[in-house]
Structures are given as C-alpha cells and as structure tokens.
DNA sequence: TCAAGATTAGGACGAGCGTCCTAATCTGTC
DNA sequence: GACAGATTAGGACGCTCGTCCTAATCTTGA
C-alpha cells in the first residue's frame, strides 16, 4: 500500500482511539491491531507517539475548518450558530461515551503537561473565532468573542454532564435552552454608517 | 506512623496527584514518592491500584457533603447557590491549570471504561441533590432537578474552557453571567398550602 | 525483657510500554 | 528479468508498570 494511503489509516485510527480511549491510554499495539500493521512498521510513517498526535491534531483542525465553511451555505448567522450547536445532538451517541473530543483532548493534555496542549486548543480557537464572526454578523460586534467563548462553554458543559449522566433527555432540553437562549438574542442592525 | 495515618497521608497524595496528572498517569511510585514511603510498602495500605481510587472517591464524597453541610449557614437558598458558583472563583488557580477534579475524572474513568465510573459520578449526583433542593426552596418544586443540572452544566462548561484557555478574565465573566442568571430567576413562594 | 504482631524497605516477577534495528518482501524502472 | 528503493514484519532493547514476596525493623503488651 502506498505511503500516504497507509499514513491516512493511521491517522484515521489513532484519532479514534484517542477520543474513545485516551491519547495516554492508546499504545502503539492498539493502533497497529485496529489498522492491521505490525508495531515495527509504524516508524516508517511517524518517529514518535507525540508525532502521531501531532497530525491527529493537524486532522482535527482541518475537518474542523471544512465543518465551518460546509456551515458558510446557511445564510443566516443565527442558523449557523444553531448549526454548531446541533453538533451535541448529532454526535449525541459518542459523546455520551467519550464525551467532547476537543474539550476531553485538551484537558488531558493540559494533565499530562503535553507540549501539543496549545495545538489542541487551536481547535476551541477556530470554533471561537467562526462563532465570534456570527455574532459579529449580528451586530454584536463588541461582545461576539464573549458571546462565542458563552455558547462554548454552554456546549463544553453539555458534553461533560450527558458522559456522566448518560442522559439523552438532559441533553436535548439543554440544548434547546441554549437555542431558546440564541433566539432571544437581539438583532442589532448597525445604527450607523 | 500508625496504621491509619499512613493510609490517610497515601489518600491525600493519591487524590492531589489523580486531579492533577490524572488517574492512569500517575503510578505507584509518583504515589510512593509523594508520600515518603517505598512501593512495596503499599500493597500494606491498599491490595491494588483500584483500591486507592475508591478511597479517593471516597474522600471526595465525604469532602462534597461536608463542603454542602458548612453552605447550609447561608439561610437564603440564593446564597447557598451562589456559594456553590463561587467554587470556580475560589478554587480558580487549580480549575484553571488541572480543570474541574470531578469533571476531569468521570471523563477520564468513562474513557478507560473504568468500573469506578458511576462511583464518581455520584460525586454529581451529591451537588445535583442539593442544588435541586435550593431550587425547591426557591419554589421551583417542578423544574429544580433540572435547574441544578443547568448550573452543573454551565459550571463544567466555564472549567472546561478556562482550563484551556488559561483566562481568568473569562472566568470570572462568565460567573457572573451565571450569578446575573439566578438573580434573574423568579423566586415563587408557595400558592397552596 | 522478650515474644508477637504490625509496619516497613527493597527487590523480584511478568507484562507491556515506546523505540529501534534488521532482514524479508513488495513495487516500479531500466 | 534484474536491480533499487520503498514498504513491511518481527523481534530485541531498556524501561516502567502493577503486583507480590521476603526479611528486617519497629511497636506494643505481658
């Protein structure tokens, strides 16, 4: 199989187990059994465990950066908040389990006192400043990074609670507060120019 | 050292070095050094690993109860809430470098598919009791498990955050959002009766 | 004082970890 | 068809893990 194919798989792989089962937890043997390559082979494609994490985060980021702009088709700002939001009820099942693969990933890093805890975070980042955008659109324009920081927060909260409580009811009565919350959000049209 | 004074010092290590690098990060001899004593001496105290993190839980059950107990003096449930807010605030240095010790736990636990999972989560199951009481007090008999699940939430939420952002700044923003939204809520005295 | 039990230190154990090395196999080019 | 380089498998490495064992030391009560 070609390099790159072969690296793919193991990126694919390793992100999931990092999520399901911990960056710490994970081994090499894991990986290499849930890709089907033997533990040796693995230094063909990446010298170390922290360079594996590396381009999981380099993956996290950029489907992160398609999830936004496949959001950029709904016209209206508060459509693609609500569109960010909805994220809980989509991957309702895995984060259950796992609960918030940016919000788990970062606060395991931050435990471990990982080098790539920052790189991580860039995550939050473009979540952040997307989310800002929005309310920037809505007129909001002082208070857009705190109103995105607010609705992060808001989701992070939702995903640690429903992994402990394992409550899909929890779930979605809060996540229609938090979109009850959004609705009730003034529009401001600029007053000048 | 007696008996059970060596068994307390190892709890009280065990549980700092569990917040703060995490249960499966740290080993017994990050224990054994902390507490001054040689590993082999361990297996005196606790007969395995899983049996220093029930002591732990223990503790932190037993620590949550007293830490709801000492609130009880605030006669005004709004107070007693609030107290419960003010955690962030006070414990901020730690919640901003390690996360939420209860949070970061059962996250932890739940990704390791850990049998002590539902233990911890019962350390939730305390603070949701007794802030759904505060809210009964408060009138709010229908809704009050649900109110204290949305102050849980939100709290997780800002730990989460702050832990990765490392800003106060928005910590505090967002305690006092949290704190402006429960002196919005309605206090209702009892129509019946 | 001395026996009995509690408490301790230190190391052995098998297993698994991340890492690295070597040799075999595959793939593509002349 | 043969050679060169890419890709692979498999095992060795030094280390640390949780666990367990044994022997030494301390504490206590008769």
């Given at each position: 199989m070609s390099r790159s194919a072969t690296r793919k798989r193991i990126e694919e792989k390793a992100d999931a187990l990092f999520y399901e089962a911990?960056?710490?937890?994970?081994?090499?043997?894991?990986?290499?059994?849930?890709?089907?390559?033997?533990?040796g082979n693995f230094y063909h494609h990446f010298?170390?465990?922290?360079?594996?994490?590396?381009?999981?985060?380099d993956r996290r980021l950029?489907?992160?950066?398609?999830?936004?702009e496949s959001w950029e088709t709904d016209a209206a700002p508060k459509d693609r908040i609500r569109s960010f939001i909805r994220i809980l009820i989509t991957n309702r099942t895995k984060i259950m389990a796992f609960g918030c693969p940016v919000?788990?990933?970062?606060t395991e890093l931050a435990k471990l006192d990982h080098i790539a805890e920052s790189?991580?975070?860039?995550?939050?980042?473009?979540?952040?400043d997307w989310l800002a955008d929005q309310f920037s659109a809505l007129g909001h324009k002082d208070d857009a990074d705190a109103l995105a920081l607010h609705v992060l927060a808001r989701s992070q909260g939702i995903a640690v609670m429903v992994s402990a409580l394992k409550d899909e009811a929890f779930l979605r009565?809060?996540?229609s507060a938090l979109?009850?919350?959004?609705?009730?959000?003034?529009?401001?049209?600029?007053?000048?120019?």
């Open positions: 911990g960056f710490e937890a994970t081994s090499f043997a894991d990986i290499a059994g849930a890709v089907g390559i033997s533990r010298k170390s465990k922290d360079d594996i994490l590396d381009a999981v985060i950029a489907a992160t950066q398609t999830l936004l919000g788990t990933l970062t790189r991580a975070a860039e995550i939050f980042g473009l979540f952040r009565a809060e996540v979109e009850a919350w959004l609705d009730r959000l003034p529009v401001q049209t600029s007053t000048k120019d």
